[in-house]
């Protein structure tokens, strides 16, 4: 079966992530640039990874490239392309313009030129041309420009990858399901081992952890995908596809998976969300306050099994976007560290924040700091080790002269 080329987009610090995945998945020739993967794969693997993927946002198909000096250009670049043999006319589609250094003054105006080099196209074949959704189209065309080059990509995931179709409920700036799931990965926690998020939001660390315990593919829950509107998909691939990964998943259970948060909203959120995804038996969630939190309790090993009573703490606080918010999370830290150092012993904590100060206010010295970005934020997981007392060496005091009894006089 003959290779397409493709591109995976993903949280930008996430790349190394992706790119084992997608390996694991059966793709090939992975190449690593800012926001993505470039690789090559068939059609069926293109498939699997988007069922697959937790880290991916996207999987883009390469359809065409070219160099480019004016408007014009890109025009020519994508009337070329037979797009009626790519997609049916009967297909709603939008065009999407991205863009890094790019001399032309708007990209709107790229939008318009590529929309209608598509709609060319099928007019001259049909006499017809394919209608506009801007809201939810079946079909995605991505055009995405350097400062002197156009690549056009047609979409084969359609909603962007991170929307499982697990959660309903949701709080505040509710963190995106790729980016959680590679924070888990980066934490190095195993299912099965104990996982703590003490302020667990809508629950989003919480039901990565869930699918991933139970080898829950991350798209089985979606309603259709991008590639099933293209004129290369391939339904009985598909279908074998996807009832491989119904057989695979494991059925829901309890699990060490603890999640807490002192706002009731947020306990509420995360709690609709395990039901209505079915996991409502596997993870156990309170409201608490993180202050006043200890260590879940787990169960006693079975005889002969060993269990590790340590685990892994992740947490994704707020930032503190305004000042008054920014002075009480500086007096919020310094609490968090001394629950950490008196209650956590052991455990290995990890805090997904864009206030750079956390961890120096924590007082405990982060063993590894990893760039991550929230979207266009930038920001830090930043991993603490949990030892009892404080994680910072105590100073040798100076021998004192004075002390040593063989310089005193009888």
């Given at each position: 079966m003959?290779?397409?080329?493709f591109f995976?987009t ?8 992706l ?7 059966g ?7 800012a926001?993505?993967?470039q690789?090559r794969?068939d059609?069926?693997t ?10 991916a946002?996207r999987?883009?198909?390469?359809v065409a ?13 994508a009337?070329?392309?037979p ?5 049916e006319?009967?297909k ?9 250094r790019?001399p032309?003054k708007?990209?709107?105006?790229v939008?318009?030129?590529?929309k209608?080099a598509?709609?060319d ?9 394919p209608?506009?959704d801007?809201?939810e189209p079946?079909?995605?065309v ?7 080059h156009?690549?056009?990509y047609?979409?084969?995931?359609g909603?962007?990858?991170?929307q499982r ?7 505040d ?7 959680a799931?590679?924070?888990l990965k ?7 081992q ?6 667990c939001?809508?629950g ?5 952890a869930?699918?991933?315990?139970l080898?829950m ?7 259709k995908?991008g590639f099933?509107n ?5 339904a009985?691939a ?9 057989r695979?998943q494991?059925?829901?259970?309890p699990?060490?998976l ?6 009731p909203?947020a306990?509420r959120?995360?709690?609709?969300n ?5 996991l409502?038996?596997?993870?156990k969630?309170?409201e ?9 309790e ?7 099994k060993v269990?590790?009573r ?5 947490a994704?606080?707020?930032y ?7 002075d009480a999370?500086a ?7 001394d629950t950490l150092?008196?209650?956590f012993?052991?455990w290995n904590s ?19 700091k990893?760039p ?8 830090r997981?930043?991993e ?5 007392g ?6 040798p005091?100076?021998?004192d002269?004075?002390?040593d ?6």
């Amino acid at each position: 079966m003959a290779l397409e080329r493709f591109f995976a987009t993903a949280p930008r610090g996430l790349e190394p992530l992706l790119a084992d995945e997608l390996t694991a998945q059966g793709a090939t020739d992975c190449r690593s640039v800012a926001g993505g993967i470039q690789f090559r794969a068939d059609w069926p693997t293109c498939y699997r990874v988007n069922l697959e993927s937790r880290i991916a946002t996207r999987v883009l198909w390469l359809v065409a490239d070219g160099f480019y000096r004016e408007e014009d250009d890109i025009y020519k670049i994508a009337a070329k392309q037979p797009w009626p043999s790519l997609f049916e006319l009967e297909k709603t589609f939008r065009v999407v313009t991205t863009a890094i250094r790019c001399p032309l003054k708007s990209l709107d105006f790229v939008t318009l030129r590529v929309k209608d080099a598509v709609c060319d196209r099928f007019r001259d074949l049909y006499d017809k041309r394919p209608n506009i959704d801007t809201r939810e189209p079946e079909v995605r065309v991505h055009v995405f420009l350097t400062e002197d080059h156009c690549t056009l990509y047609l979409d084969t995931s359609g909603a962007p990858l991170w929307q499982r179709g697990l959660r309903h409920a949701n709080v505040d700036a509710p963190l995106k399901e790729n980016l959680a799931a590679g924070i888990l990965k980066l934490s190095g926690w195993q299912p099965d081992q104990p996982l703590l998020d003490p302020m667990c939001g809508s629950g989003t660390f919480l039901l990565e952890a869930a699918c991933m315990s139970l080898d829950m593919a991350p798209g089985l829950h979606r309603v259709k995908f991008g590639f099933e509107n293209l004129s290369t998909f391939d339904a009985a691939a598909w279908s074998d596809i996807r009832e491989a990964a119904l057989r695979r998943q494991q059925e829901p259970r309890p699990l060490p998976l603890f999640g807490s948060d002192i706002d009731p909203h947020a306990v509420r959120a995360t709690k609709r969300n395990l039901q209505e995804a079915g996991l409502g038996n596997v993870v156990k969630v309170q409201e608490a306050d993180l202050l006043s939190l200890s260590p879940p309790e787990l169960p006693l090993p079975v005889e002969g099994k060993v269990v590790d009573r340590a685990g892994t703490l992740v947490a994704n606080p707020p930032y503190g976007e305004r000042i008054g918010e920014q002075d009480a999370l500086a007096k919020l830290y310094p609490a968090i560290g001394d629950t950490l150092k008196k209650r956590f012993a052991g455990w290995n904590s990890y805090f997904f924040t864009a206030d750079l100060r956390m961890a120096k206010l924590l007082g405990l010295k982060p063993s590894r700091k990893t760039p991550l970005f929230n979207g266009a934020l930038e920001c830090r997981l930043f991993e603490i080790k949990v030892i009892a007392g404080s994680n910072r060496k105590e100073k040798p005091i100076p021998a004192d002269p004075s002390a040593d009894l063989s310089l005193k006089q009888p």
